[in-house]
């Protein structure tokens, strides 16, 4: 079982950067495949990102492939996502999401979920 928590979010404006960070704990870590979801309001809750335990390969939605990049320090026992040339759609709540085994762009197939941090890009 892991625990997550993340941190990271805030109120930026658009084209500015935010570094989301997804603490772990609990056992094997790296035997955890990681994924971001994010949540906008009145919106279905869509895949972000996610990486394979070892740290490759990642898969990116393809809006926000080229500005966000997925992390992950095993040894540490946290993941990354780092957000650059933010947009005002990009706002919504971020989630934090692990499954043991193979990574999946699929809400349903993650187990372990964080509490969310909110992203709010403003114009």
């Known amino acids: 079982q892991v625990q997550l928590v993340e941190s990271g979010g805030g109120l930026v404006q658009a084209g500015d950067s935010l570094r989301l960070s997804c603490a772990a704990s609990?056992?094997?870590?790296?035997?955890?495949?990681i994924a971001w979801f994010r949540q906008a309001p009145r919106k279905e809750r869509e895949f972000v990102a996610s990486?394979?335990?070892?740290?490759?390969?990642?898969g990116y939605l393809d809006s926000v492939k080229g500005r966000f990049a997925i992390s992950r320090d095993n040894a540490k026992n946290t993941a990354a996502l780092q957000m650059n040339n933010l947009k005002p759609e990009d706002t919504a709540i971020y989630y934090c999401?692990?499954?043991?085994?193979?990574?999946?762009?699929?809400?349903?197939?993650?187990?372990?979920w964080g509490q969310g941090t909110q992203v709010t890009v403003s114009s």
């Open positions: 999401a692990a499954r043991f085994g193979l990574r999946s762009g699929s809400s349903s197939q993650y187990d372990y």
């Open positions: 609990g056992r094997a870590f790296d035997g955890y495949a």
């Open positions: 990486i394979s335990r070892g740290g490759s390969p990642t």
